[in-house]
């Protein structure tokens, strides 16, 4: 993928505001590169476009996963483990599926917290085959 400078200049930002979880450049580069379609990642498949990272659109998630207790040691597991969530659509996915959690589940507070440190894969959940295999199980409720 060929970057313009100012797509250059979005991805370093990026990259920058990882770098305060302790991710070297290259942690860092890998897991953008795995959110935003760059590196392959079993998660999306073959659906992902390949885009470059939007620094508010990283805010705005980072942002949302703090506001659910989440430290920033919590938040460098989560994005270990999870990178994708950093290209997932915060209304639909993340905010829903916690949503779905607090209300379907009843986990709320430090069981989510301790939830999403265990298996940050739910936040991105967002079909459910109800058994009726669709063949998407890297983002399906039936592994939870």
């Known amino acids: 993928m060929v ?6 200049k979005s991805w370093e930002a990026c990259r920058e505001v990882l770098s305060t979880y302790k991710f070297s450049s290259e942690e860092a580069n890998k897991l953008l590169g795995k959110a935003f379609g760059l590196v392959h990642s079993p998660y999306w498949g073959e659906e992902r476009k390949r885009i470059v990272p939007k620094l508010e659109t990283v805010n ?3 942002d949302y996963l703090r506001s659910l207790n989440l430290s920033d040691d919590d ?6 483990k999870f990178p994708e969530v950093l ?3 915060l209304e639909a996915e993340l905010k829903a599926n916690v949503q779905i959690l607090e209300k379907e589940w009843e986990i709320k507070g430090k069981s989510l917290r301790n939830l999403l440190l265990r298996n940050p894969r739910v936040l991105g959940y967002n079909i459910d085959c109800k058994g009726d295999c669709m063949a998407q199980c890297t983002r399906c409720w039936a592994r939870f």
């Open 87 to 89: 290209g997932c659509n």
């Open 3 to 8: 970057l313009t400078e100012e797509d250059e």
């Open 75 to 80: 938040l460098s597991k989560v994005l270990k």
């Open 60 to 62: 705005e998630i980072l």
